[in-house]
């Protein structure tokens, strides 16, 4: 019970943050998508055995500059929306130069794991900016992907709880269900409609497919997060929330959305 009471409250205090942040405006979701970057891009690098400070240290530098770059071409400021790309750039190639410098022949290995960090972390930080900021920044456009991947999670526990008797993929998440993955896709369709409908983001037939697409999506960001942490060893990929564990833990559906969502919105 004392468990339970401390991933609720943790997870509302985390809740809370997330969504004041979304709510605050486009600068208070930069400034969140930074802070996710950084902590993110470390738990993997902690994930992937990198023993490099000097690595993990470029490759958060990368992120927050694309970051960067994605906020201030939003909200259009000139000197940002070049110099943090030209940073991001030449901060790249540094990453490679130092890796190969470090490991030699095995350099690859460290640069590949460099540079999904990038594409896994960052990437989608970057997507969730841009389609926030579609035709001006709004709190509903920030919070979407957020409301549905969290939907998904609640309504799959939910329904594999009171349903649940095949196992989805017991090698990686011995607890979900193919049950539990209908159940959440449903209602996170349901949900997605409803949203499109209420905020006028799209007709409500297209908020349901972006509801089916989440669920299914986000499920499998979970399992290749899970898939990492079990080939490192680790039950959590940090310790940042009490009860929930780190950044990837609580994120690793959202950065796969992410792409989705996106990809909605521009066709």
């Known amino acids: 019970m004392n468990e339970l009471l401390k991933r609720t409250l943790s997870g509302i205090v985390f809740a809370a943050i997330v969504i004041g942040f979304i709510c605050s405006g486009a600068n208070g979701m930069t ?16 994930l992937r055995r990198m023993e490099s400070q000097l690595q993990v240290f470029l490759l958060v530098f990368i992120s927050v500059a694309l970051i960067l770059h994605a906020g201030s071409d939003a909200v259009s400021i000139p000197f940002f929306q070049k110099g ?25 290995s460290s640069i590949a794991d460099g540079v999904f960090a990038i594409v896994y972390v960052a990437v989608p930080l970057v997507l969730f900016i841009q389609f926030a900021h579609r035709d001006g920044y ?10 549905l991947v ?3 999670d609640t309504f799959a526990y939910l329904s594999g709880r009171l349903l649940g008797k095949t196992p989805l993929y017991p090698i990686l998440s011995p607890k979900k269900t193919i049950e539990g993955l209908v159940g959440g896709t449903l209602l ?31 499920t499998a960001g979970d399992l290749f997060e899970s898939a990492l942490k079990r080939n490192a060893g ?34």
């Open 150 to 152: 969290w939907s998904s």
């Open 31 to 46: 400034s969140l998508c930074i802070v996710l970057s950084i902590v993110g891009i470390t738990e993997f690098a902690k």
């Open 234 to 267: 680790v039950k959590d990929s940090g310790n940042l929330i009490p009860g929930h564990g780190g950044v990837l833990d609580r994120f690793d559906a959202f950065f796969f959305v992410c792409v989705v969502v996106w990809v909605w919105n521009i066709i």
């Open 188 to 218: 996170t369709a349901v949900l997605g409609a409803s949203l499109c409908w209420i905020w006028d983001f799209a007709h409500p037939i297209s908020g349901a497919f972006l509801g089916i697409a989440v669920s299914i999506v986000g």
């Open 84 to 108: 943090t790309l030209a940073i991001a750039a030449s901060f790249a190639l540094l990453y490679v130069i130092v890796v190969l410098w470090k490991k030699g022949l095995e350099a690859y």
């Open 138 to 147: 709004t709190w509903q456009r920030g919070m979407l992907p957020l409301l």
